[in-house]
């Protein structure tokens, strides 16, 4: 079955841009029919939902992230990608890649990645 | 704050019924998009267990249950068990402000 993980630096400094990488196995990218988010949880809270990218290269990002967020695919390594740009220490979280299903408005996600902690520390 | 509100906590004896709640409003549950849940274990990423307001996963013992009635939805869980100790989170779709996946703030169960 297809499974998602997330990988890159745990520690950014404040100001400067977060990257992170999600490898997909057990099934391609390039297939179509589905969409690959990042979903991030501040220490002890709840979820907040990134944005997504589908493997044409289309985008949707949370509106509140928008100015500051960059998600790109590699098809050819099965991968796909999101900086954060600018980020403070608002943005220390684990940082989840997660398989995105259903149209707009009706989409869930499944499966997820294990999930990395990024912390944004000078 | 969350668009979607979920009780904090919840709690019940091993055998017992819970549900938990989530509440949203007429530009999200209410204007028709599906709602969504997840379990989170301690230190684990969220597992999908209910999709599509009702619908299970292949694996997800039917112990858990889903339903959506006007701007709100709820997870039902019979049978308690120690290992249903975990947070809850109900996902869904707001239509304001050009559109966003929104969650619920979670609830923590607690199996007594």
């Known amino acids: 079955q297809v499974q998602l993980q997330e990988s890159g630096p745990g520690l950014v400094k404040p100001s400067q841009t977060l990257s992170l990488t999600c490898t997909v196995s057990?099934?391609?990218?390039?297939?179509?029919?589905?969409?690959w988010s990042w979903i991030r949880q501040h220490p002890g809270k709840g979820l907040e939902w990134i944005g997504y990218?589908?493997?044409?290269?289309?985008?949707y990002y949370n509106p509140s992230l928008k100015s500051r967020v960059t998600i790109s695919v590699d098809t050819s390594k099965n991968q796909f990608s999101l900086k954060l740009s600018s980020v403070t220490a608002a943005d220390t979280a684990v940082y989840y890649c997660?398989?995105?299903?259903?149209?707009?408005?009706?989409?869930?996600?499944?499966?997820w990645g294990q999930g990395t902690l990024v912390t944004v520390s000078s | 704050q969350s668009v979607l509100t979920q009780p904090p906590s919840v709690s019940g004896a091993p055998g017992q019924r819970v549900t938990i709640s989530c509440t949203g409003s007429?530009?999200?549950?209410?204007?028709?998009?599906?709602v969504h849940w997840y379990q989170q274990l301690p230190g684990t990423a969220p597992k999908l267990l209910i999709y599509?307001?009702?619908n299970r996963p292949s694996g997800v013992p039917d112990r858990f249950s889903g339903s959506k009635s006007g701007t709100s939805a709820s997870l039902a869980i019979t049978g308690l068990q120690a290992e249903d100790e975990a947070d809850y989170y109900c996902?869904?779709?707001?239509?304001?402000?050009?559109?966003?996946?929104?969650f619920g703030g979670g609830t923590k169960l607690t199996v007594l």
């Open positions: 990218i589908y493997y044409s290269g289309s985008t």
């Open positions: 057990g099934g391609s990218i390039s297939s179509g029919g589905y969409y």
């Open positions: 997660a398989r995105q299903l259903g149209a707009t408005g009706y989409n869930w996600f499944d499966p």
């Open positions: 996902q869904s779709y707001d239509s304001s402000l050009s559109g966003s996946t929104v």
């Open positions: 007429s530009s999200n549950i209410g204007a028709g998009y599906d």
């Open positions: 599509g307001n009702s």
